[in-house]
């Protein structure tokens, strides 16, 4: 189950002696199967947020619950397995690794869970056909257009049929007309599949598509529905 419920949550760097505070007590509960965007000006702490619901990092205060796992209560060793097993994570720049095929590089988080190669290379070959990219299997990185690269991307982050997709401005890198195909495709993967998105961006094309809208506003979790309500009272 991908639902995630976070209760105060609260993050600080700390630079050269200075705190700097990027979440103050936010709190936020998404349903299992959530099509959610975290939008909000540069600096505003969306990537520290999608990196302490992967388990990146630890909360410093409050609670992230991704489905029934209380992430706090997780050793770091725990911790890695909720992540490699829970979490698919898709980033602005792809991060594939360069000498490794299409279908290797979706094939590469099954190893960490011990699936032996002919099962693995399996799996990814099914992954890249969901994604449309049935022709392009045995393709590197170099080869692929940035579209195919993303696509490439989000095949591996369900490799392991994670219960949430952690995306960080997953469209900044392509033109219009692909940034659209990628994020209809993520829609599409979660509608038939049931898998939870959490998308990090700037793009209101994205936003539109979200089905939850959540706004990062000085360290709170504002969900867009709770905006418009508020301000459908301040007119009351
Ligand atoms: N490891 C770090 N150490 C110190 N400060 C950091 C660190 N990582 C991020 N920051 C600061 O924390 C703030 C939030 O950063 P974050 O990357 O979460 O923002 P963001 O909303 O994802 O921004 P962008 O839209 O530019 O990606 C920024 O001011 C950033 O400079
Ligand atoms: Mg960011």
């Known amino acids: 189950?991908?639902?995630?419920?976070?209760?105060?949550?609260?993050y600080a760097y700390q630079t050269d002696g200075n705190t700097l505070p990027i979440l103050r007590a936010a709190s936020l509960e998404l349903p299992s199967g959530a099509f959610a965007t975290v939008s909000g000006p540069s600096g505003s702490g969306k990537s520290t947020l999608l990196n302490l619901i992967g388990a990146l990092d630890r909360p410093q205060h409050g609670n992230i619950k991704v489905g029934v796992v209380e992430l706090g209560e997780l050793s770091d060793w725990q911790l890695a397995g909720f992540r490699s097993r829970m979490i698919g994570f898709v980033f602005q720049s792809f991060h594939l690794l360069p000498v490794l095929s299409a279908?290797?590089?979706?094939?590469?988080?099954?190893?960490?869970?011990?699936?032996?190669?002919?099962?693995?290379?399996?799996?990814?070959?099914?992954?890249?056909?969901?994604?449309?990219?049935?022709?392009?299997?045995?393709?590197?990185?170099?080869?692929?257009?940035?579209?195919?690269?993303?696509?490439?991307?989000?095949?591996?982050?369900?490799?392991?049929?994670?219960?949430?997709?952690?995306?960080?401005?997953?469209?900044?890198?392509?033109?219009?007309?692909?940034?659209?195909?990628?994020?209809?495709?993520?829609?599409?993967?979660?509608?038939?599949?049931?898998?939870t998105f959490l998308m990090a961006t700037h793009d209101p094309m994205v936003v539109a598509h979200a089905l939850q809208r959540i706004e990062l506003v000085d360290g709170k979790l504002i969900e867009q529905k709770q905006i418009q309500r508020q301000e459908v009272l301040a007119h009351a």
């Open 103 to 195: 279908t290797e590089n979706v094939a590469w988080p099954l190893y960490f869970q011990g699936i032996k190669r002919s099962k693995r290379m399996e799996i990814a070959r099914e992954k890249l056909e969901l994604v449309g990219l049935k022709g392009h299997l045995n393709k590197v990185p170099g080869k692929l257009s940035g579209g195919q690269r993303q696509r490439v991307a989000i095949a591996r982050a369900l490799a392991t049929e994670p219960s949430v997709v952690l995306a960080d401005e997953p469209t900044a890198n392509l033109d219009r007309k692909t940034a659209e195909e990628i994020v209809v495709l993520m829609r599409s993967l979660n509608e038939n599949a049931g898998v």
């Open 1 to 10: 189950m991908g639902n995630i419920s976070i209760r105060e949550l609260s």
